[in-house]
């Protein structure tokens, strides 16, 4: 009987083996490996507050979607930033730029290997400043492959979208929003919604809209194959317009609109 089982056992772990020697099996070991790093992440934001008075780190912004390279010899203004200025936040709290790359981004992925070369010349993407001559503030953008939650507007002013008394379930970092990839994500998420709009208003960076992986404010990590992840079903890439969150209907990207705490809307790293 012993020696049945430990066959079957063995045979079980040939079949594991293959099937992650295959295309799909590849792609599900970098669905987890985002994963991982989406935890991390969140670990990140928990250390920083921690350290800082219990606030998360945030850029404020009336421009959230402007891309702005930031390094040790650039600092992001106030007015112009975006989801690689905050990332940098928790870069200088030694994490490891390595975590803001999703390995399904074969972009991002491509252009952070210490191995890329271009022009015969090697590039080191440690802080998502792209230094090659000519580039441009939209090339910073491109080395981050996650999106964050906007800040709100208040009355006239910006305020940090998500706090450490934010409701756990609300999103607020994702696979990047599908504006990076000329998608929309306004699309109205509403039941009768067919596999192929549903895949268009989706994330891009695993299986070109089939599975996104978020990360939720009280740090664990959830995925699912549709965008409307957030709290009551809420588009997590669109504003609701609204006092309230949980709405399936097709919002905005408008950040003037992004008025409830409750509501997911994930911005950058680009427009």
């Keep these: 009987m012993i020696s049945l089982v430990a066959i079957a056992l063995a045979g079980l772990a040939l079949v594991g083996v293959a099937h992650f020697g295959t295309q799909p099996g590849w792609e599900l070991a970098r669905r987890q490996i985002c994963a991982s790093r989406l ?4 670990k990140a934001y928990t250390f920083y507050a921690g350290d800082n008075d219990e606030h998360m780190p945030w850029m404020p912004s009336n421009d959230w979607t402007v891309a702005t390279g930031t390094n040790a010899r650039q600092v992001a203004q106030p007015d112009k930033v975006s989801v690689t200025a905050l990332f940098f936040l928790l870069i200088r709290n030694e994490q490891d730029p390595g975590l803001f ?3 399904s981004d074969r972009q991002a992925s491509r252009m952070t290997d ?7 010349q090697k590039h080191y993407y440690w802080d998502f400043f792209d230094d090659r001559k000519g580039a441009v503030a939209a090339d910073h953008a491109k080395l981050c492959s996650y999106s964050i939650q906007a800040p709100l507007l208040w009355g006239d002013d910006y305020q940090p979208g998500f706090t450490t008394r ?3 379930a609300l999103v607020i970092v994702s696979d990047k929003t599908p504006q990076c990839d000329g ?5 109205d998420w509403t039941a009768k919604l067919t596999k192929e709009q549903a895949r268009a208003g989706m994330s891009q960076n695993h299986s070109a809209g089939n599975f996104i992986n978020v990360l939720h404010a009280d740090s664990h990590v959830g995925d699912g194959k549709r965008a409307d992840l957030g709290i009551n079903k809420d588009n997590i890439f669109s504003a609701s317009g609204q006092e309230k969150a949980g709405t399936q209907g097709a919002g905005t990207v408008n950040l003037k609109d992004h008025k409830c705490r409750d509501d ?4 950058g790293p680009v427009k």
């Design 39 to 42: 935890n991390a992440i969140g």
């Design 101 to 103: 790359v999703c390995p």
């Design 114 to 120: 210490p191995k890329f070369q271009e022009g015969g």
């Design 166 to 168: 934010s409701p756990g």
């Design 183 to 187: 998608k929309n994500p306004t699309t």
């Design 264 to 267: 997911s809307f994930l911005l």
